[in-house]
Structures are given as structure tokens and as C-alpha cells.
């Protein structure tokens, strides 16, 4: 069964520093996610893309992040300068569609400490 | 603000038995409500789907049930499994531009 993946599984990093993290949504999927989850939080929702654009966002998703699909398979989000409190894990989603009643697939997550 | 509340925070049952999840929420309107089950270090994997015009949904052990009148959802376990032991979050899905809402899951551990 097709599934979206995710590299690094873990990534330690400095402060300040940039961190990319990628994904490999389900191949004929058009929707992209991507959600962190601070330990013992919930999930929260960053953004969504769609059609090599980002079609929402939240407000945790500020000048910091970016996101992009360089090729017809990676979906990345980029941190441009890590701070402690971005420590979380990192899930990205896929989905077929955007509708209401569409599945979102989740990625195994990537675990980021920043120290 | 669209919340979404899940009890008990965690709970230990023993191989065989049930339980049930709650959750709460008051996410207005919404579209449709999901459990999702979330093993450790794993990503969420959904389990049901309920328009707000359904009351039941079932797959294979588990059951959701949703009161959308008292804003109310529960997820039944039945005869639980080892592999049962996960996250259990339930997740709104908001009318409009279809945002997922999360709670914070229900953290069910199932001892033999």
C-alpha cells in the first residue's frame, strides 16, 4: 500500500540554523500538508499546498517557513532560523483531493530538537 | 475559539476488555469528525469519518458514535489488543475550508 514518507526520521540542530525536512507524498495525491506536534501537544495544522502553491496556512506558519515541491516528487518545508520552541516533531499529510471527507495520509514524522 | 476536548487523558485496560473514549467539541460549524489512531513515533491513521448527520460508524473494533446536538463523540473499543496500546485523537474537520481541528488524543494502554 502507498505511503507518504519522510527523511530525516530524526535531526538534531543549533539554534539559528536551517533545517530542511522532507517528504514524499502519495504519488497521484495534489493536496500537501505539513503538522508539527510539540511533545505532549496536540497536532497542529501549519499549512496546506496545492497546485505549486500554498492555499493556507496558519498562524504558526510565519517568515521563518517555507515550502516548496522542487521536483514532481519531494514536498520540503524549510525552517530558515531554528529556535528552541521549534523543537517538534514534523508530520507532513497527503491527499487526493482537499474536500471535506478526503483522507489525509500522515508521514512517520520527523523528530527536530533544536539545542 | 474552535476547540476540541478528549478524555480520560490516558487510560490502562486489560487485554479483552472495552472501553470508550470521549471527546467534546466546539468547533461550529464543522463538516465532518475522524478518529484517528497514532502509534508511537508514527503518524496518525484514520480510522472513521462521520458527517454530522451520521450517529455510528464502525471499522472492525471500533466503533464512533457523534451527538452533533451536544457537540459529543466517543470511540468504543471492543474486545482490546495488545496493538491497541496507541494514541486516539479526534480531529474536527471545520465546514468551509476544511481545516483539520485535533484534540490531544486519548493515550489507551492495553497490559496482557
Known amino acids: 500500500e502507498p505511503e507518504v514518507t519522510q527523511t530525516p526520521s530524526h535531526q538534531v540542530t543549533q539554534m539559528g540554523q536551517e533545517v530542511i525536512l522532507r517528504c514524499v507524498p502519495i504519488s497521484n495525491h495534489l493536496y500537501f500538508y505539513w503538522y508539527r506536534q510539540i511533545l505532549g501537544q496536540k497536532v497542529e495544522f501549519l499549512v496546506s499546498f496545492y497546485n505549486n502553491e500554498i492555499s493556507e496556512k496558519s498562524e504558526i506558519f510565519d517568515d521563518q517557513f517555507s515550502v516548496e515541491r522542487p521536483d514532481g516528487s519531494n514536498f520540503t518545508l524549510k525552517i530558515r532560523s531554528t529556535k528552541l520552541e521549534d523543537s517538534a516533531m514534523y508530520f507532513c499529510a497527503s491527499s487526493v483531493s482537499g474536500g471535506a471527507g478526503e483522507t489525509q495520509y500522515f508521514g512517520p514524522g520527523t523528530r527536530l530538537l533544536v539545542l | 475559539k474552535n476547540q476540541v476536548e478528549q478524555s480520560p487523558q490516558s487510560l490502562i485496560i486489560l487485554e479483552g476488555k472495552n472501553c470508550t473514549l470521549q471527546c467534546n467539541y466546539t468547533v461550529s460549524p464543522f463538516s465532518n469528525l475522524r478518529w484517528y489512531k497514532q502509534d508511537t513515533g508514527r503518524g496518525p491513521v484514520s480510522l472513521t469519518i462521520?458527517?454530522?448527520?451520521?450517529n455510528t460508524k464502525s471499522n472492525g473494533r471500533y466503533t464512533a458514535t457523534l451527538d452533533a446536538d451536544t457537540k459529543q463523540s466517543s470511540l468504543h473499543i471492543t474486545a482490546s489488543q495488545l496493538s491497541d496500546s496507541a494514541s486516539y485523537i479526534c480531529?474536527?474537520?471545520?465546514?468551509?475550508?476544511?481545516?483539520?481541528?485535533f484534540g490531544k488524543g486519548n493515550q489507551v494502554v492495553v497490559i496482557p
Open positions: 462521520m458527517t454530522f448527520s451520521e
Open positions: 480531529v474536527v474537520i471545520l465546514y468551509g475550508n476544511n481545516r483539520l481541528a
